[in-house]
């Protein structure tokens, strides 16, 4: 019972590092999402897809790339890491339909220094 | 676009008492929904209650009910009989019906500590 799995859970980089936040589900969803979560704040959003082959900006998006080659994964590409990207990240997916239920992985710690 | 608020940074509650968290919301969308999620230290994200703008009825899930008022945009949740593991923030976001941008509008959140 797996549903949204998330890797890794913690990442140190330098400024100027890229990496990849990988997010995978298992329940054949054709929503997801990627967030951030900032201290004291609330989630924001940073990109999103509909369905394999489809992406699209959140209001975050500066500084990240994302990519929908299947329905299971959804990976979050940080280009050049700054220190402004210290922040947890957040990978969700739904159903297609109104008002589904969000599902949202553990979430990954990302600190840039 | 959908603003969320929730004014009131940090609240306190008596084991086994009643709290009542607040939230107002603005949207120009006609169909939305609105969610109440708990998040404990672990920051896990966990689904508490839903509802869905069109009902008129508040929805309920065990402890917990909402008080939905829709001409005023408010959506506040009760908690009954108040845990220990109810410690947590908790966020209200709203979502639209998903036809476009699928996304959650959250607020600041509050945060809930419950007295032993």
């Known amino acids: 019972n797996a549903g949204v799995t998330q890797t890794p859970k913690f990442q140190v980089l330098k400024t100027g590092q890229s990496m990849t936040l990988q997010c995978a589900q298992d329940m054949n969803h054709e929503y997801m999402s990627w967030y951030r979560q900032d201290p004291g704040m609330g989630l924001r959003l940073i990109h999103y897809?509909?369905?394999?082959?489809?992406?699209d900006q959140g209001e975050v998006p500066n500084g990240y790339n994302v990519s929908r080659s299947t329905t299971e994964d959804f990976p979050l590409r940080l280009l050049s890491a700054a220190p402004s990207q210290t922040s947890v990240y957040f990978c969700?997916?739904?159903?297609?339909?109104?008002?589904?239920?969000?599902?949202f992985g553990e979430g990954s710690w990302l600190t840039v220094v | 676009a959908q603003t969320v608020t929730q004014s009131q940074p940090e609240m306190s509650v008596q084991e086994a008492e009643t709290v009542t968290l607040s939230c107002t919301y603005d949207?120009?969308?006609?169909?939305?929904?609105l969610f109440w999620y708990k998040q404990p230290p672990s920051r896990q994200m966990i689904l508490v209650i839903r509802?869905?703008?069109?009902?008129?009825q508040n929805a309920t899930e065990n402890r917990f009910s909402v008080n939905f008022q829709k001409a005023a945009k408010s959506f506040s949740l009760k908690i009954s009989d108040s845990q220990l593991g109810d410690a947590a923030m908790y966020f209200c976001p709203s979502g639209n019906s998903g036809g476009g941008a699928d996304g959650l509008t959250f607020g600041k959140g509050t945060h809930l500590i419950i007295q032993p």
């Open positions: 897809s509909v369905g394999a082959g489809i992406t």
């Open positions: 509802q869905e703008a069109y009902k008129q």
């Open positions: 969700a997916s739904r159903n297609r339909g109104p008002g589904n239920t969000i599902y």
């Open positions: 949207t120009s969308e006609s169909d939305y929904y």
